[in-house]
């Protein structure tokens, strides 16, 4: 028979899920995220389990789903406007003369984190506060790690924010956002002076990709960018606002931001599509026989692939 023991005993779970979303910054207007999440359950085992694994991984992602995947993550300090309807407004001034955003989207598109700055460290601490109390009453605490995916030489990452108006889930979202690699191969091996040639020097590592569908001030852009209609990636820099809307499932939503974070799409911006657009791009830097591949992703282990 053993001996009653007094040590402390956990359960872990790595790579429980994925967490895309957005937050806001005074130069860069709003920047695409995504992390890991491991969590780590302490507490005493009842028949000798804390919580069953697959119990817990459904709740738990659960409530990561509901609260903070695919939304955009503001602190305490950050004033809204909330409408009769139940929508939010929120209007966030960006430093000296980069302009404005604003923001009107259903109270589900937002998560209000008790904090002065996003950081993975006040994210890490609202999850844990919020996991807790929904845990079976024999977990005593709960301990969360939250990892940013790490490339290896070479390789380079986008951050980005979209919205696809007709996704049937929080992908509608307008200010949704994701970090994602960016791989390029050139006649069969990596090519990483094109990938950083279009994360890096392109859209600056870190952008909005808008269709133009969404576009409310079309004739404004189409005066300072002819081309605008039919060219994908073009990166709006000489209007001052770009105005997207539209309506989802979810309800409508709507974004002002400065040009210069906004790139233009004529189709939808979905990483199939993307992925395809970016190929175009880097083709023309190679000769007609090159072959290319292009690897998009969409947060972490995710992705589409396009040849040309």
């Known amino acids: 028979m053993l001996a009653n023991l007094s040590t402390q005993i956990s359960l872990f779970y790595q790579n429980l899920t994925m ?3 957005a937050y806001l910054d005074r130069k860069m207007a709003v920047i695409g995220n995504s992390l890991a999440v491991d969590v780590e359950l302490i507490g005493e085992a009842k028949e000798g389990i804390i919580f069953d694994f697959s119990n817990a991984k459904r709740e738990i992602k659960k409530i990561i789903d509901q609260t903070i995947d695919h ?11 909330e409408s009769p309807t139940g929508q939010l407004h929120l209007h966030y001034k960006l430093n000296g003369a ?3 955003l604003e923001y009107w989207a259903p109270t589900s598109a937002f998560c209000k984190i008790d904090a002065k700055h996003v950081s993975n460290k006040s994210i890490k601490s609202f999850l844990e506060k919020i996991i807790l109390p929904q845990m079976p009453t024999n977990v005593r605490s709960v301990r969360v790690t939250l990892r940013e995916e790490e490339g290896k030489r070479g390789e380079h990452f986008l951050c980005y924010t979209h919205g696809l108006k007709n996704h049937y889930g929080n992908c509608q979202r307008l200010l949704h956002g994701h970090r994602s690699l960016i791989k390029v191969f050139t006649n069969g091996r990596k090519n990483s002076k094109l990938a950083a040639q279009l994360s890096k020097k392109r859209f600056k590592s870190n952008i909005h990709f808008a269709l133009w569908d969404n576009i409310v001030n079309k004739q404004e852009i189409l005066s300072a960018y002819p081309e605008a209609i039919s060219a994908s990636g073009i990166v709006l820099e000489k209007i001052k606002i770009v105005h997207l809307q539209y309506d989802g499932s979810q309800g409508h939503f709507e974004l002002k931001l400065p040009g210069f974070a906004v790139a233009l799409f004529g189709n939808e911006t979905t990483i199939e599509n993307l992925t395809t657009n970016f190929a175009i791009i880097l083709k023309k830097n190679l000769k007609q026989k090159d072959r290319l591949i292009v690897k998009g992703f969409e947060g972490i282990g995710k992705g ?3 040849t040309g």
């Open 19 to 21: 967490i895309d979303y």
């Open 71 to 81: 939304s955009l993550v503001i602190t305490k300090q950050i004033m809204m406007k």
């Open 98 to 100: 980069k302009g404005y």
């Open 304 to 306: 589409a692939s396009a």
